[in-house]
Every structure is written in C-alpha cells, then in structure tokens.
C-alpha cells in the first residue's frame, strides 16, 4: 500500500483564527499548526484516494474561514 503525505502551507494575517477553524473536525491524522503569519498543515493517508477526499474537505473549510474573516482585516486578541 503506498503512503501519501502532503504538505500545506497558507500564508495570512489571521493564521491563527484560520488554523482554529479547520482544525476542530481534524482527524488525528492531521496536524496544522501557526507559524507567524503561516498556518501548516501536514496530512498523511494510507491511499491517493482519501488523501484527495481529505484534501477536498480540508480546502472547502479553508475557503469558506477565509470568506468569513476577507475584508475584516486582524482580528486583536483573537489569535491565542
């Protein structure tokens, strides 16, 4: 069985609030984590297949937290 790894890093001013809001469904076997103005997200999975469903489900909450928070500009305080 092949094992797939990816990588993702997004950069932006509320990595912080971005990486809370993607990671409270995660699966164990993914781990994000806040870097400054970058949030990493590392994915492993035992086949191509959930690798890319997961990847899907990943991007589609990425998207909808970034909708939510464009042209609110830095949330203060709001990062921890």
Do not use: W
């Not at 400054?36 to 035992?46: F, Q, R, V, Y």
């Amino acid at each position: 069985m092949a094992k797939c790894k990816a990588r993702l890093i997004i950069e932006t001013e509320n990595a912080g609030l971005m990486e809370k809001a993607v990671t409270a469904d995660n699966p164990p076997y993914i781990i994000s984590f806040v870097e400054g103005n970058k949030m990493m997200i590392c994915i492993e999975s035992g086949s191509a297949g959930s690798m890319l469903a997961t990847l899907d489900d990943l991007l589609v909450n990425l998207k909808v937290a970034d909708e939510l928070l464009e042209g609110h500009g830095t949330v203060e305080g709001q990062e921890d």
